[in-house]
């Protein structure tokens, strides 16, 4: 009975939804915002990746609350997880030889290719966030893949994490001073297409990528650590 | 075009079986499936950007947390009583 109900409701909310959207077209856009960003990017920011100067510099303080939001989560999950005693880890199993050696060949490179992402976020595809995530991969496979693990230093994942955010904000706070704008591009804007261009893009998003990185990479350490 | 129609199948496909698993490690590793569809499909619409960020933490990151979390609390889901 209960299920009937629930797939009826369902149903009807499908139907409304689809109703309403009937009249918007699909793929199209009245908006002039596109075409602004796309015409004016380039010699606006000084990015080449347009994705990026939208994100960084156009709809900065948009970033600036999504990085708050990830924050609040990690925070939030360590406050419900941390325990002051050690969990036990009697069953642990030690990882094969074939896995800690291709672990120990496979990181070095997964970190490269992180940095690689965020660093160039302004050139090409991916910044911040994508180059963090895959750093947070890269030190999962260390959890996978090591054979005496007892948990990184949490106090400097959180130095890290702090200092990344910490740079973000009086980045733009120097904006302010400078030009009366948070998070204004007042740094050189360079020729685009080279590494030293674009202004403050680049220093925000490596600080976005190492905040990224060291609190996904603290979320997984805490969710192992918890009994 | 009809590459990017049988993806669209496949990730439906997925998407259901995740939700009639009753084994949840089975029903994690179709979600990232799901996820990791999803970023191919976002790579064919030129959309490279949320395709990265859709890998690595979708089809990566999400799917070891859930792998850990069902590590520390039960892999098989129970019927559920009276409905």
Known sequence: ?227 | MILEIILVFVMLIAAAAAGIFKDLLNAVIAVGFVSFIAAILFYFLQAPDVAMAEASIGAALTVAIFIIAIKKTKRFEEDEEGS
């Open chain 1, 1 to 227: 009975m209960r299920k009937a109900v629930s797939f009826i409701l369902v149903v009807i909310i499908a139907i409304g939804i689809g109703l309403s959207l009937q009249e918007v077209p699909f793929g199209k856009t009245k908006s002039e915002v596109r075409k602004y960003c796309l015409e004016k990017g380039i010699e606006q920011t000084g990015a080449t990746n347009i994705v990026t100067s939208v994100v960084v510099n156009y709809r900065g303080f948009d970033t600036l609350g999504e990085v708050t939001v990830l924050f609040l989560a990690a925070i939030g999950l360590s406050a419900i997880l941390y325990r002051e005693k050690e969990g036990e880890r009697k069953n642990r199993r030690r990882s094969s030889l074939i896995l800690y050696t291709g672990c120990k060949f496979l990181f070095p490179l997964i970190l490269l290719f992180g940095a690689y992402i965020f660093i160039h976020g302004h050139l090409t595809p991916g910044g911040g966030f994508q180059g963090g995530a895959i750093v947070a991969s890269g030190f999962l496979l260390v959890i996978l893949g090591s054979r005496s693990w007892w948990g990184f230093n949490r106090s400097k994942m959180k130095i890290t994490e702090s200092l990344s955010g910490l740079i973000f904000v009086v980045v733009g706070l120097l904006g302010l001073l400078y030009g009366g704008h948070f998070l204004l591009n007042y740094l050189p804007k360079g020729i685009p297409n080279e590494l030293f261009s674009a202004g403050i893009i680049p220093i925000i998003y490596i600080a976005i990528g190492f905040k990224v990185g060291s609190e996904i990479t603290g979320i997984i350490d805490d969710m192992i650590r918890s009994g």
